[in-house]
C-alpha cells in the first residue's frame, strides 16, 4: 500500500482481523483509546478502534484472530495494550512485499512473505488449545462457500445438534463476533480477493453478496475507516 505524503489520518474504524502495519519508507502512527504509538511497525488486536497517521510505503498483514496464527498472534501480543510497537525487525521482514508487488504481482510469494515474517511466534510445539472447535470452522467453511446467496447460522449449523442459543453463544465465544457480523466480514473479505482478480467494484460487490455496492462502501468504510475507491489492485 502507498500512503502518500500528506496521507493523514484514515477515520477511526475497527475490523475482525489482527492488523500488522510496517513503514517500509515514511512514517507511521497509529491511535487506539488509550494510546498512540509510532514505530517501524505495529499490531493492532482484533476488534480494537484505532486510526492511522502514515506516509510513503506501508506494508500490511491482516489474521483472523480465530486461525491458529491468529491465537498465537493474540496471546503473544496483546497482553499489555491493544496496540503494540513492534520494532524495525519485523518492517525488515516484511520489505520484500515491495518488491514483489513489481511487475506481475504473485499472491502466494506475498502471503509466503506474510507467513514468513509472522513465524517466530510460532510456538515450538503446536498446540490444540489453538484451533477454533470444529462446530464453528464447519460453519464458517460453509459460509465462505455461499456467499452469493443469503446465508443463515441456523441453515450452516445443519448436524451440529446445538440449540440456537447455545450455538449464537460459542459463535461468539469462538471468534469474538455475532454471526451475521463475521458473515459481512467474510463478504468484504470474498469482494476484495474478487476485486483483486480483475473485477470492477461492483461486480466484487455483487458476487460476495452484498446487496449493492453502496452497502459494500459503507462497510469498506465503516471497517478500515477509507473509502473503497482508495483501494489499488494488485
Known amino acids: 500500500m502507498e ?7 484514515a477515520a477511526s474504524h475497527s475490523h475482525h482481523a489482527i492488523q500488522i502495519t510496517a513503514s517500509l519508507r515514511g512514517h507511521l502512527r497509529l491511535t487506539g483509546a488509550n494510546r498512540t504509538v509510532e514505530a517501524a511497525a505495529l499490531a493492532v ?5 484505532h486510526s492511522l497517521d502514515a506516509s510513503g510505503t506501508l506494508a500490511m498483514v491482516f489474521v483472523e484472530p ?3 496464527l491468529g491465537r498465537k498472534l ?28 513489481l511487475g506481475a504481482p504473485d499472491r502466494e510469494v506475498m502471503l509466503q512473505i506474510g507467513r514468513q515474517a509472522l513465524s517466530r511466534f510460532e510456538p515450538v510445539s503446536p498446540s490444540n488449545s489453538n484451533e477454533v472447535d ?37 459463535f461468539v465465544e469462538q ?4 454471526f451475521k457480523t463475521y458473515l459481512l466480514w467474510l463478504r468484504l473479505v470474498r469482494a476484495l480477493e474478487t476485486y ?5 467494484l461492483t461486480e ?25 475507491t482508495t483501494l489499488t489492485r494488485i
Not at 455461499?146 to 448436524?159: C, F, H, K, T
Not at 471468534?175 to 455475532?178: F, K, V
Not at 483483486?196 to 470492477?200: A, E, I, K, P, R
Open 74 to 101: 493474540d496471546a503473544a501480543l496483546f497482553q499489555e495494550s491493544e496496540i503494540m510497537a513492534l520494532g524495525p525487525e519485523m518492517a525488515a521482514a516484511l520489505a520484500p512485499l515491495e518488491t514483489a508487488l
Open 175 to 178: 471468534t469474538g463476533l455475532p
Open 134 to 170: 470444529p462446530r464453528i470452522r464447519r460453519i464458517i467453511d460453509h459460509a465462505a462457500e455461499n456467499l452469493d446467496g443469503p446465508v443463515s447460522l441456523i441453515e450452516a449449523a445443519r448436524g451440529i445438534y446445538l440449540s440456537p442459543s447455545r450455538l449464537r453463544h460459542l
Open 3 to 9: 500512503a502518500p505524503d500528506g496521507f493523514g489520518d
Open 196 to 200: 483483486s482478480s480483475g473485477s470492477s
Open 66 to 68: 480465530e486461525s491458529s
Open 204 to 228: 466484487a460487490a455483487h458476487l460476495a453478496g452484498f446487496s449493492d455496492s453502496a452497502h459494500f462502501s459503507r462497510t469498506f468504510r465503516r471497517t478500515f475507516g477509507l473509502p473503497a
Open 45 to 49: 488486536k482484533a476488534g480494537a478502534r
